[in-house]
């Protein structure tokens, strides 16, 4: 039975948000523990699908796990299995992760080709040619990526910046014969702890932070990973602090990482919003006048392309024509009809969006097409009249931990419903 969010004109908010680890760097941390010899402990696990879809994953393929209040143990000496099956895969696409890991420690592995999704074909062809360039057969059959090989270190060259592709070849190089190096590497935060996670645990690795990583492999040693704390999520942080924009209300988020968030923080600036920072506590203040924005999506430290509907949302309300320019992916324009149908006035030309603002919204019935769009909606649910329904609502719990509790905590009201039966 489908469910809905049903949620009410919210317009004032207040309070503070305390923010969940994040969810894009639990994903390769949970991931990398195939290459432990010992039980690894992760803390600050944000309990979202997508954590508990690659934790069935490992469990799939034979890993121990227990997962209860944010803290995560899980033990991979046990896993006895090579394959992740498409059931599983299909559910979630960051489960390529298991792909560099697997195939570093048993030398083979096929791992399901994920799909593309909502947003773009997300292919993982920058994968795959370097696994082949570290020594590794691979095969597409059957919609399986079937590769076997023992793994060496040599040169990558990234032709585009990926962030799983970065991770996933860090991982398979950790256990790799000689030095590895990743030119045109990604350098978001998530790819950073988890090249700090691996050096804290016996892997030489350089550059970490940089467009260029370099690591040394243990040539099939496994390692003893180190028990690690996940970093704050910047996005949920970046989404919250957009609830507070949109509805020009206060709102504080707390246990945040303002360094993750630079680029995101002076769009909020430029917009007009005061924001305040003490220590990992964020506060946003209200503006006089919400300016129009310029943004232009691209990898980090530049504008994320993941807190780009949500600043499409905020720009409904803001004087006079935004544009937003998506230049990672093809496809990530979804929310702007959706956006449209409460009421925003908002145009395509090719990956340029321009908002028209102010525009009044009105609650409609609306479709969450990907999980960062779907925050988008609520978003713009907050300030809509009358009430705006989110249908397929299963993709915002795939990376939002207890987003209806936080929410009703600073004064939203919305909530859960089944689909009635047409
Ligand atoms: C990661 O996805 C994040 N997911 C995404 O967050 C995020 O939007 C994206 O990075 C960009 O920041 C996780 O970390 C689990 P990419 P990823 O490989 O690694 C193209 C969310 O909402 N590309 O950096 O899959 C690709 O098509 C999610 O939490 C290739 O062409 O993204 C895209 O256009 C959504 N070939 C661009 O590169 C490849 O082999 C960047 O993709 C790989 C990527």
């Known amino acids: 039975m489908y469910k809905y969010l049903k949620i009410y004109h919210s317009p004032d908010l207040k309070g503070s948000v305390k923010i969940s680890g994040a969810k894009n760097a639990a994903l390769p941390l949970i991931a990398s523990t195939i290459l432990s010899k010992k039980e690894v402990t992760l803390s600050n696990v944000p309990n979202v699908a997508d954590v508990n879809t690659l934790l069935k994953l490992l469990k799939n393929l ?36 298991v792909l560099g890991p697997l195939l570093s420690r048993f030398n083979k592995c096929e791992v399901s080709l994920p799909g593309g999704c909502a947003i773009g074909a997300r292919p993982v062809d920058l994968h795959l040619k370097a696994l082949s360039l570290m020594g590794a057969e691979i095969k597409i059959e059957g919609g399986y990526i079937k590769a076997k090989g023992k793994l060496k270190g040599t040169d990558i060259v990234f032709d585009k910046i990926t962030v799983t592709g970065t991770e996933n070849i860090v991982m398979a190089a950790a256990l790799a014969k000689g030095k590895t190096r ?64 949109i509805t020009n209300s206060k709102l504080t988020v707390t246990n945040a990482e303002p360094n993750h968030l630079e680029s995101v923080l002076l769009k909020f ?9 003490k220590d990992k506590n964020i506060t946003i203040h209200p503006a006089n006048k919400i ?32 544009v937003i320019e998506e230049r990672l992916f093809e496809n990530r324009f979804m929310h702007v009809a959706e956006l449209n149908r409460l009421g925003a006035n908002i145009t395509i030309q090719g990956k340029i969006a321009y908002i028209k603002g102010p525009t009044p919204l009105y609650g409609a019935d609306v479709m969450a097409t990907d999980l960062r769009a779907s925050s988008a909606l ?3 649910g907050l300030i809509a009249k009358n009430q705006t329904n989110v249908h397929r609502i299963y993709h915002l719990f795939r990376g939002y931990e207890n987003l209806i509790e936080k929410f009703t905590n600073i004064g939203a009201k919305m909530e859960l419903l089944y689909e009635p039966n047409p």
């Open 62 to 97: 034979g890993a121990n796990y227990q997962f209860t209040n944010n803290q995560l143990t899980i033990e991979t000496s046990t896993i006895n299995k090579t394959t992740a099956i498409y059931e599983i895969v299909k559910t979630m696409r960051a489960s390529i992760l």
């Open 182 to 245: 990743i030119i045109n590497a990604a350098k978001e935060p998530e790819v950073v702890q988890l090249c700090e996670s691996l050096k804290e645990s016996g892997i030489d690795i350089q550059g970490i932070g940089t467009n260029e990583i370099t690591i040394y492999g243990t040539d099939g040693e496994l390692i003893e990973l180190k028990n690690t704390e996940i970093i704050p999520d910047r996005i949920e942080a970046g989404t919250y602090l957009a609830a507070g924009a």
């Open 269 to 277: 600036k430029q917009m007009g919003f005061k924001i305040e920072i």
């Open 291 to 322: 300016n129009s924005i310029d943004i232009l999506t691209s990898e980090y430290p530049g504008f994320p392309t993941d807190l780009q509907a949500q600043f499409m949302a905020i720009a409904t309300q803001a004087n006079g024509v935004s």
């Open 378 to 380: 609520v978003l713009a």
